[in-house]
């Protein structure tokens, strides 16, 4: 059974990059036709879908944060991760990591990594 | 961006009551529409997708319903365990969006 799991930096500084990795194990991340997601929560709040890395290396970002966003995919390691330069207090959110069969449906999900952008 | 609207935004129940949440997206997604169910302090988990099939070992009283701009959620007979907030979410066009969430307690 796949499972998923973040981790990385709990506390950025304001104006510094974000770095999360998502560790993938019962399967793999070069698997075909797969798509490996990050979404993110604000506490409290709702859902916003950050983008995607597919496993040839293709990458999609929300427009609303493209100018800040990268991701990469490590086969070596199993994992896939994302970094978000210059953050800001909106930036505080748990950050979800998903696989996708289409890049519409998102399952499953990791447990989630808490990021706290202090100023 | 495609706007996903669910209603109500939270709702009290009871144990046994049968629950319907909508959800309205600003255009047509034909049936790109996944539901979500997120405990606290959990993930969200997959419920049901393309708008109407229920996701491998979901409960079979949850159901989704609709297509174009209208969906809804359908729990019948309220379990303890379904106490959560339920997401819809479009994977129409990108980028992905989700509805705000609404969030069923106990009455």
């Known amino acids: 059974q796949l499972q998923l799991q973040e981790s990385g930096s709990g506390l950025v500084k304001s104006s510094q990059t974000l770095s999360l990795t998502c560790a993938v194990s019962g399967g793999s991340v070069n698997s075909g036709g797969f798509s490996w997601h990050w979404i993110r929560q604000p506490p409290g709040q709702g859902l916003e879908w950050i983008g995607y890395i597919s496993q040839s290396g293709i990458t999609y970002y929300n427009p609303s944060l493209r100018s800040r966003l990268s991701m990469s995919l490590d086969m070596s390691k199993n994992h896939f991760s994302v970094n978000l330069t210059s953050v800001t207090a909106a930036d505080t959110a748990v950050y979800y990591c998903a696989r996708s069969a289409d890049t519409r449906v998102f399952d499953p999900w990791g447990q989630g990594s808490l990021v706290i952008v202090s100023s | 961006d495609i706007q996903m609207t669910q209603s109500p935004s939270s709702l009290s129940a009871s144990l046994g009551d049968r629950v319907t949440i909508t959800c309205r997206s600003s255009q047509t997604i034909r049936t790109y529409l996944n539901w979500y169910q997120q405990r606290p302090g959990k993930a969200p988990n997959l419920l049901i997708y393309?708008?109407?099939t229920l996701q491998s070992g979901v409960p079979s009283r949850f159901s989704g319903s609709g297509s174009g701009t209208e969906f809804t959620l359908t729990i019948t007979s309220l379990q303890p365990e379904d106490f959560a907030t339920y997401f819809c979410q479009q994977g129409y066009s990108t980028p992905r969006t989700f509805g705000q969430g609404t969030k069923v307690e106990i009455k």
């Open positions: 393309s708008a109407s």
